[in-house]
């Protein structure tokens, strides 16, 4: 199926005053390959929804179950974040967002970072992985440590909330690796 033309979710047999916020999808897989991952393997080729549509998708939600808050359950928002937050800001409702991030370097610049939150952004899911730099580059994340420590600052400079994931023991990971990351987490938090 056309990933675009799936409607929106339908939350009518769910009990929602349960929830403080609705579930959303924007897109499915990932355009990354990362060692210790199989989201590519297992979704295939990233695809993603159009972001007006995803704007428009979000108000209508919240139109018909009073529900400003979105969870996004995509495995990464990135290759879309800056569309996304700018066409929220062109609607006449303002709608808040979750969503799990990669490290990259836009997210390392404050005024960035302040434009996605403006833009209803107010809870990042981090993937930072490790601390140390050589397991970095072994997981092929393409990221350095200085980057997801700008990233932190930049979203915590902007109040994005921010939950932070770590990997421990990957294949070819050292006590010494291990400690560069518990230092590195002593820094960020």
Same mark, same amino acid.
């Given at each position: 199926?056309? !990933?675009?033309?799936?409607?929106?979710? #339908?939350?009518?047999?769910?009990?929602?005053?349960? /929830?403080?916020? @609705?579930?959303?999808?924007? *897109?499915?897989?990932?355009?990354?390959?990362?060692? $210790?991952?199989?989201?590519?393997? /297992?979704? =295939?080729?990233?695809?993603?929804?159009?972001?007006?549509?995803?704007?428009?998708?979000?108000?209508? @939600? /919240?139109?018909?179950? %009073?529900?400003?808050? !979105?969870?996004?359950? #995509?495995?990464?928002?990135?290759? $879309?974040? $800056?569309?996304?937050?700018?066409?929220?800001?062109?609607?006449?409702?303002?709608?808040?967002?979750? &969503?799990?991030?990669?490290?990259?370097? /836009?997210?390392?610049?404050?005024?960035?970072?302040?434009?996605?939150?403006?833009? =209803? !952004?107010?809870? &990042?899911?981090?993937?930072?992985?490790?601390? *140390?730099?050589?397991?970095?580059?072994?997981?092929?994340?393409?990221?350095?440590?200085?980057?997801?420590?700008?990233?932190?600052? =930049?979203?915590?400079?902007?109040?994005?909330?921010?939950?932070?994931?770590?990997?421990? =023991?990957?294949?070819?990971?050292?006590?010494?690796?291990?400690?560069?990351?518990? #230092? $590195?987490? %002593?820094?960020?938090?």
């Amino acid at each position: 199926a056309d !990933f675009n033309s799936l409607d929106i979710p #339908d939350y009518s047999d769910i009990d929602i005053s349960r /929830y403080p916020y @609705l579930g959303y999808c924007g *897109s499915i897989s990932c355009p990354y390959q990362c060692s $210790f991952c199989n989201v590519v393997s /297992y979704f =295939g080729k990233f695809r993603r929804k159009d972001v007006t549509r995803m704007a428009d998708d979000m108000q209508r @939600l /919240y139109r018909i179950y %009073s529900r400003q808050v !979105f969870y996004f359950s #995509d495995n990464m928002v990135n290759p $879309f974040i $800056f569309e996304l937050a700018e066409e929220c800001l062109k609607r006449d409702k303002a709608v808040y967002w979750s &969503a799990y991030l990669k490290v990259d370097t /836009y997210g390392c610049e404050p005024a960035n970072t302040m434009r996605w939150r403006r833009g =209803g !952004f107010y809870h &990042a899911r981090l993937g930072v992985d490790s601390g *140390s730099q050589r397991v970095l580059d072994m997981m092929d994340k393409r990221i350095t440590q200085a980057q997801s420590k700008a990233m932190i600052m =930049g979203l915590a400079h902007a109040g994005i909330k921010t939950t932070t994931y770590w990997l421990v =023991g990957h294949p070819g990971e050292t006590e010494e690796d291990f400690q560069q990351t518990l #230092d $590195f987490l %002593s820094e960020c938090k």
